[in-house]
């Protein structure tokens, strides 16, 4: 017991099943409160420690540590994205290209899609100086294309919509086509919040964008939310594909944005479980209900925050 | 739908129990480790699920003392578990009931996108059926379209409805809302208050300043199914703020097991009074605790595991 102890101090230590397992389950339990998806904080702990296992400590390092660097080295991987996306620089270069830099804006109801929107489209007016217009495809819900109408107001940029009335995809097109006749740098588009499991509307969602094939196809999704985060993205990914037109190349989700960030504190563990479960990148995190409050996530904030 | 999967989980669990030729030791780390993961992933706050672990273990410990052997454990463990899970719902307050006659103010108040605005109008709609003389208040200054939203949902259901786009003060809005309706002897007086977070003092300020104004009979605070493991903080917070009476659980219709509602019930230390199940307005169902635990842990007569 004593050599035991004793080595977990001095390091240089071959880690065993018993040494590793109350630690990982530490760290495991650390996550999910955290807010991390109860599997995704498990299966993650279980990678971390098969890597371990038999290996030594380094001098003068205990096992927690050791543990504990593992789980950010692990955690650095997951938040860095293999295929970075940057929005205003793809924006720029369709405008370069004279086309339309057309954006659809997905996810479940209420997680801040139109807000998220108008936050892009002020961010790309003021660091690029583009030209957007934006197209109310949500023409469900009660006040969507008041509520847009208000975000184009302050932005002072054109808005397409035909109240709430007509199909969602359609009416996206006949924004793109507007776009490109008047010359606008930007489209875009709203859509309609719905439940994942709801197939009717996941078809709908899929053909707005099979017939729009956007530039962008963005997922919101709410820091706030728990363990749903993993089976929102991967259906909603699946769902492009699924219902996709046959002999087509589907669209899938390119990025995530994170929303609500402002109101978890240091609870920022859904940014793991929605990257884990689909490997897409956090494209910005929403940090408030204004304009200005989008930002590009930092890897090492988010991961100071899920160890704190 | 909603908790069958957490409740299918839990009730596997509790019958293996049933099942099992010997309890010992190493048999309830095992069942303790299943049920912490069923709740865990349901979104159940992590404290809530150590509690009710330490306390079955707790409890199956004195047994053993007093026994000395581990007979009769089966039924130690299923009676604590439902015990506790009862408890985190358990309160002692009961949900305001309307009378007749008289002009009652409720008040609903929530994080941003939880479904407030959706549920008043599902309430009202509830108690018009019912053949009540209801009234919604719109006071939510704040987000694009507001206004619109609900007076567009007012329409839709019927219902008396009063807003200003023009005032940006919510207080003078709700003040004069209700005032009006009182004269004209409204019944139930619904007031919709914009999305806050509890980071923001000046958007809790504001709510207790409408609070104040208006001093509704009935604070009901709508939480999001899907929230995960900062519910609790956000509606402890809501609850010091502003005496949260009831509690609506929104977006059940989805995937989530909504076992973060669990956990905002011991926050609000509220009974839960509807579930909101689809975005159309009789997608609300009355909630019973009872029935709750039943379905959640899918057993049926479950008064025989009440100790008396
Ligand atoms: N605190 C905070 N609130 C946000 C953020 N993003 C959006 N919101 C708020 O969340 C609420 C819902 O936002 P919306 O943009 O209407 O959400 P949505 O996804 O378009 O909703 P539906 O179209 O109804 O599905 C609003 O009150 C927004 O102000 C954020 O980053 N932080
Ligand atoms: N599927 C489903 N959607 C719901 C339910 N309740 C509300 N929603 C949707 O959730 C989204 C947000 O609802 P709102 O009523 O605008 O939420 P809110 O709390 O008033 O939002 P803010 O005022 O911005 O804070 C809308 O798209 C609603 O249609 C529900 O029970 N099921
Ligand atoms: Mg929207
Ligand atoms: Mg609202």
């Known amino acids: 017991r004593f050599t035991n102890t004793l080595k977990t101090f001095t390091g240089n230590k071959e880690l065993t ?3 590793l397992d109350p630690i990982m389950e530490e760290f495991s339990n650390g996550l999910m409160e955290k807010n991390v998806a109860q599997d995704i904080a498990v299966s993650l702990c279980e990678s971390i420690k098969k890597s371990l296992m038999k290996t030594k400590t380094e001098s003068f390092t205990t096992v927690k540590t050791t543990v504990k660097n593992a789980l950010i080295e692990s955690l650095k991987k997951i938040l860095t994205p293999k295929r970075k996306i940057d929005v205003l620089k793809d924006a720029l270069a369709a405008k370069k290209r004279g086309e339309p830099y057309k954006i659809v804006f997905i996810g479940v109801n209420g997680v801040g899609k139109s807000t998220t929107l108008s936050k892009v489209g002020y961010f790309l007016q003021k660091k690029g100086g583009l030209n957007l217009l934006l ?7 009660a006040g969507a294309v008041e509520q847009l109408k208000v975000h184009a107001r302050n932005l002072q940029v054109p808005i397409h919509d035909k109240g709430y009335k007509g199909d969602p995809a359609f009416i996206a097109q006949e924004a793109i086509t507007k776009a490109k006749k008047a010359g606008h740098d ?3 588009i709203d859509t309609a919040g719905r439940m994942q499991d709801n197939e009717p509307l996941m078809r709908a969602l899929a053909k707005l964008v099979h017939v729009n094939k956007p530039d962008l196809v963005l997922f919101v ?3 706030l939310v728990g363990n749903d985060a993993t089976d929102q993205l991967t259906k909603f990914n699946q769902a492009l594909i699924d219902y996709s037109y046959q002999g087509s190349d589907p669209r899938t989700i390119d990025g995530i944005i994170l929303s609500k960030c402002d109101t978890v504190d240091d609870k920022i563990g859904a940014s793991i479980s929605m990257v884990y479960s689909t490997g897409k990148p956090i494209v910005f995190m929403g940090i408030g209900e204004k304009y200005k409050n989008l930002k590009k996530m930092n890897i090492n904030t988010v991961i100071n925050a899920l160890l704190s | 739908m909603v908790l069958a999967d957490l409740g299918s989980k839990l009730s596997q669990t ?3 129990i049933t099942s099992a030729s010997k309890i010992d030791d190493v048999f309830l780390t095992e069942v303790l480790n299943e049920i912490t993961m069923a709740l865990l992933s349901a979104d159940v ?21 007093k026994e000395g052997k581990y007979t009769n454990m089966k039924k130690i463990i299923r009676q604590t578990v439902v015990e506790e899970l ?24 929530g994080l941003q996108g939880a479904g407030k605005t959706t549920t008043t109008t599902k309430f009202a709609y509830h108690y018009i059926r019912k053949g009540w003389k209801v009234a919604l208040v719109c006071c939510d200054t704040w987000r694009a379209g507001a206004f619109d939203q609900l007076q567009q949902n007012a329409a839709k259901i019927r219902c008396a409805f009063y807003g200003n786009p023009k005032e940006k003060n919510p207080v003078t809005i709700a003040s004069e809302g209700v005032e009006i309706f009182k004269q004209e002897k409204y019944e139930i007086i619904i007031v919709d208050t914009s999305g806050r977070h509890m980071q923001e003092d000046k958007l809790f300020e504001e709510m207790k300043e409408i609070n104040e104004a208006i001093d509704p009979e009935e604070n009901v605070f709508v939480m999001d199914g899907s929230i995960g493991q900062a519910c609790y903080d956000q509606a402890l917070a809501f609850r010091s703020a502003v005496n949260v009476g009831s509690v609506i659980i929104t977006k059940l219709d989805g995937h989530a097991k909504g076992g973060g509602a669990l956990s905002a019930v011991a926050a609000t230390d ?7 199940v689809g975005e159309t307005f009789d997608d609300l169902e009355p909630f019973e605790p009872k029935s709750f635990i039943k379905r959640l842990l899918g057993l049926g007569d479950i008064s025989s595991l009440f100790k008396t």
């Open chain 1, 17 to 19: 099943e018993e040494d």
């Open chain 1, 135 to 141: 197209a109310a495809c949500d023409n469900f819900r």
């Open chain 1, 186 to 188: 930007v489209v875009l």
């Open chain 1, 221 to 223: 999704g709410e820091a």
């Open chain 2, 14 to 16: 509790l019958k293996k």
């Open chain 2, 45 to 65: 706050k992590f404290e809530h699920v150590a509690r009710l672990t330490t306390s079955v273990r707790t409890q199956v410990t004195l047994f053993m003392k």
């Open chain 2, 86 to 109: 009862t408890n985190i719902l358990n309160t002692e307050k009961t949900p305001y009931e309307f009378k007749r006659g008289k002009s009652q103010v409720v008040m609903f108040v």
């Open chain 2, 270 to 276: 509220s009974p839960i009074i509807f579930l909101g």
